[in-house]
Each structure stands twice: as structure tokens, then as C-alpha cells.
């Protein structure tokens, strides 16, 4: 038998989530979020099974170029837009929807005729401060378009900096987004999950659900409706007994105060399960629910068994986050986001899609 770490996609969990966002946002059309990789799970994969989408967003060209060249025909957003002026070409040849977020992408499009009606979707910075025009800059922008390419067709967009939180600032940008517009009457688009769960006035025309759709950061009031699609999923290599007093791992940052029974699972850093994942991280060994102590190494962790010690065994299944423990929960005990750990797993993780019998 080969090292027993395996990622375990639910597409059927993924059609779901979709079908529970598109629910919660009525007419509003929907961006399906599948950058990096499809969030680690596959992006074609992840494409195929979230074919109802409205349409594709993706931070890459070459992410695009991916789909188009597996046949989808969806409409193709890039996040970032260009990158550099070379990319047009490539942009056009796909069929590529662009965020507009600076004037040097605008000097880009207007340095050469492109006839197709582009759709673009300028980016104003209503209040995060990363990407975007501010409200003077995309006046200009627009009037710049306007004037030396009115085929193209412009949307409108703005991104929320503290939409998981009851804070402020999403009202304030929310109303900026709103005042810029009342000129133009574009269709507009503000929400990624947070924000679709954060209230039905963001929605707008078009969401970008992206962490929800594979069933993570869920607000508690949605999280029956959702369904994690990632299971990582690994077997207990080895158990043993350590007595009062001995230390366990690498920096032996942690000692039994007790007779301990320790179970070794194959999976560690070198897996993408974070390293700084604190003592007392939940494990689901078996479908019990057992605390990790010690260092997370490359390709182990250890974890206290002692309360279970007869109901877990050599060879026991276990499940580092997934249906019976959420990604969130664990990436909290290592100071992270759900997002990270699933976009963070290596190469090595086998994916194994999960047949209908299975789920
Ligand atoms: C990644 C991204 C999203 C999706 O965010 P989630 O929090 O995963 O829903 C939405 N909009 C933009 C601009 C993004 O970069």
C-alpha cells in the first residue's frame, strides 16, 4: 500500500453549494471564483461540476486559456486584468472579460484597435486600498474609453476589505460604489462570500462566490445549507505509549503529564496541513475527535490518543478536515484561513474524485 494521504473532492457537494448561493442571491447572475487552482481542488474539474455558473472568474490567462482549450464557453473573468500589454492578444483570441483597475491597462487597450466589444469591468477602490481607480481616476478612465472605443462594454466593480466582520467600512463602500455609478447605471458587482452572506443589498448584479461554493467560510447562519467539498484524508502509521514526563517531536514542545498513547498519522507540511497548527488542533481519527500534539513535520503528525486508546488502531482512517471537521476550524488552530489550506495543498496529495456511491 502507498502513503495513504488523499484529497477526497464531493462534486456533488460543489453542484449543491452552487445551487444554495444561487438561491440566496435570486436574479443576481453569478461569477463561480475557481483562481488557484480551483481553490486546490482541480480547476477543470471544479468548472464541470459548477457548469450552471454564469460565468468563470480566474486570476490568469493561462487559467483561461485552460478552460477554453477543455471547451468551456462561459463567460471568463480575469480578476487582475492585464498584466501587460501582451496578454490583449491572447485575451481577444479567448474571449477573455477584463477588470480594468489602473490607467496603464487602459493605455493598453487604447494603444492598439481592437474591434471586438470587450467587456470590461473597471474596478473602482471604494475603501480597501489594494486595486482600483479612485472615484476622479475612473471618471477619466471611462471618459478615455468612451471617447477611443465605445464598443466596449463597461461594468462596474469594487471589492469589500472587511466583509466577514460586522464592520463599517462595508456600508461606506457599498455607498461609494453606488454614488460613482449614478451617472452610468452600469451593472455592478461588490460580493464575494462574505459579502453575499453578509446581506441581500450587496448583491447586486453579478456575486463572485468563491470560499463558499467549496463549502468554507459559511456564516453560522448559513452552515446547514453548505456542504464542505474537500475532504484530506490520511491512516494512523503507527501508535505507541509514552510514560509521565516524556516529550514528544521535533523542539519536544510537548510532554505527557500522563500515561499517553500516541497514534502517528502520514500527513505533514510536505502535504500542505499547516505546520504552525498549534497543540490541540482537532483530528478526526476513527470519527472521534482527538487533539494533535507536538510539532507538525514534513510528512507526520502526532496526535494524543489516550482517551481512545481502544477504539483506534493501525491503519484507522483519518480525517484532517472534511465533513465530520471543517477547514475553517482547523486553519483557526494554526492562525491561518480555510482558503489557505485549501489552495495549499502540494503536489504529492492524490485528489480522488468521490463516485456517487461514496458521498
Ligand atoms: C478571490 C476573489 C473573490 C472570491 O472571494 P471569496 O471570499 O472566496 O468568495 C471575489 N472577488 C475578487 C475580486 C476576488 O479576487
Known sequence: MSRP???????????????QTKAMVGAARVWAVIKANGYGHGLL???????????????????????????????????????????????????????VHSHHQVDWLLAHSVKEPLHL????????????????GLHQALFRLKHHAPHFKCHLMSHLACAEDDHPLNQQQ????????????????????????????????????????????????????????????????????????????YGQTWFATRPTCLAVVAVGYGDGYPRHAENGTPVIINNLRVPLVGRVSMDMITVDITDHANQIKLNDP????????????????ANTIGYELLCGITQRVKIKELTQNEV
Open 318 to 333: 483519518v480525517e484532517l478536515w472534511g465533513e465530520q471537521l471543517s477547514v475553517d476550524e482547523v486553519a483557526q488552530h
Open 45 to 99: 474539474r471544479v468548472a464541470k461540476a459548477l457548469n450552471q455558473a454564469d460565468g468563470f472568474a480566474v486570476a490568469s490567462v493561462e487559467e483561461a486559456i485552460l478552460l477554453r482549450q477543455a471547451g468551456f464557453l462561459h463567460p471568463i473573468l480575469l480578476l487582475e486584468g492585464l498584466f501587460d500589454e501582451a496578454e490583449l492578444q491572447v485575451v481577444l483570441q479567448h474571449r477573455l472579460d477584463l477588470v
Open 121 to 136: 469591468w473597471l474596478k473602482l477602490d471604494t475603501g480597501m486600498h489594494r486595486l482600483g481607480f479612485n472615484e476622479e
Open 174 to 249: 457599498y455607498q461609494r460604489l453606488l454614488a460613482a455609478n449614478q451617472t452610468y447605471q452600469f451593472k455592478l458587482s461588490l460580493a464575494n462570500s462574505a459579502a453575499i452572506q453578509l446581506a441581500p443589498t450587496m448583491h447586486l448584479n453579478w456575486v463572485r462566490p468563491g470560499i463558499m461554493l467549496y463549502g468554507a467560510g459559511i456564516a453560522p447562519q448559513h452552515i446547514t445549507h453548505f456542504k464542505p467539498v474537500m475532504s484530506l484524508v490520511s491512516r494512523v502509521i503507527a501508535i505507541k505509549w509514552l510514560a509521565a514526563g516524556e516529550g514528544v517531536g
Open 5 to 19: 494521504i488523499q484529497a477526497l473532492i464531493n462534486l456533488s457537494a460543489l453542484q449543491h453549494n452552487l445551487i
